[in-house]
């Protein structure tokens, strides 16, 4: 599947080579890459060989039935879409392939603008599918942190060690842990992240996007961000504030973000 950044990879299987010219010429000005097939074997031994985001198939090829390209095709490459191009006899075939997990379908003679409209709207589509399996990993991953943390024991021995402060909150970069009072508090990793991000910068408003960019690797919306941070923002707010309910230090910006305020402008 298509990462985000990445070209988009397109397989066009059909039997006329005036298609597979107009449409390599397209995509190359879109910026795709694109290869072509023009019968059922080739295009097998094609998605046996490379990843591809998408195909376009044409149902009617010299060797074997697009549908049967199509059963095979779900096997060798299952996370690459298709979209279906047909002539009006085999609309029937287009539809029973839809059912069967087909992206759309294209009646046959099409426009060289039905189908780049047709490929961007399947690339698009596919994005926010990979985007949204991502986001349900990171929030299994960040429940499962939030679980160990909570039977991970404490018992960290105090290293003298270069450590960052502000306030109370001193954080021990050797063990990844915070001091607060004098008082070793364990953390879990992302939860670290958060705040070593947030001490170094300090009185800064650092948006939820940007946090989980920093912690996880991964561009999202903000809406989306904020429900991954403010499960760790709370879980902090319980380990490092005097009052959690009422938080002197880390600081909630509405519709902005999170910032950490030193010692002098918290009084």
């Not at 060989?49 to 195909?55: K, P, T, V």
Request: net charge negative.
């Amino acid at each position: 599947m298509c990462e985000q950044g990445a070209v988009p990879n397109i397989l066009v299987i059909d039997d006329e080579p005036t298609i597979h010219h107009t449409l390599a010429l397209t995509f190359e000005l879109l910026g795709y890459r694109s290869s072509s097939a023009a019968c059922g074997e080739e295009a097998l031994a094609l998605l046996e060989q490379e990843n591809f985001d998408l195909g376009l198939l044409d149902l009617h090829l010299p060797d074997m039935h697009g549908m049967e390209v199509f059963s095979q095709a779900q096997s060798l490459s299952p996370h690459t879409a298709m979209i279906i191009m047909t002539a009006y006899g085999s609309l029937d075939s287009a539809v029973s392939v839809m059912r069967q997990g087909a992206f759309d379908y294209l009646l046959k003679p099409c426009s060289v603008d039905e189908i780049v409209k047709a490929v961007q709207r399947c690339l698009r589509t596919r994005q926010r599918a990979h985007h949204q399996e991502k986001l349900v990993s990171l929030l299994k991953e960040t429940l499962s942190a939030v679980q160990a943390d909570d039977h991970k024991a404490l018992a960290v021995p105090k290293p003298d060690l270069d450590k960052l402060r502000t306030g109370p909150i001193t954080l021990d970069t050797q063990w990844r842990a915070a001091v607060v009072d004098e008082k070793m508090i364990g953390l879990s990793s992302t939860e670290y992240d958060v705040i070593h991000y947030l001490i170094c910068h300090l009185n800064q408003v650092i948006s939820c996007q940007e946090l989980v960019q920093h912690t996880h690797g991964i561009d999202m919306e903000e809406h989306q961000a904020r429900s991954i941070i403010r499960m760790h923002i709370h879980r902090l707010r319980q380990k490092l504030e005097p009052n959690p309910h009422h938080p002197r230090y880390l600081r909630t910006v509405r519709g902005v973000g999170y910032m950490l305020v030193s010692d002098h402008d918290a009084a």
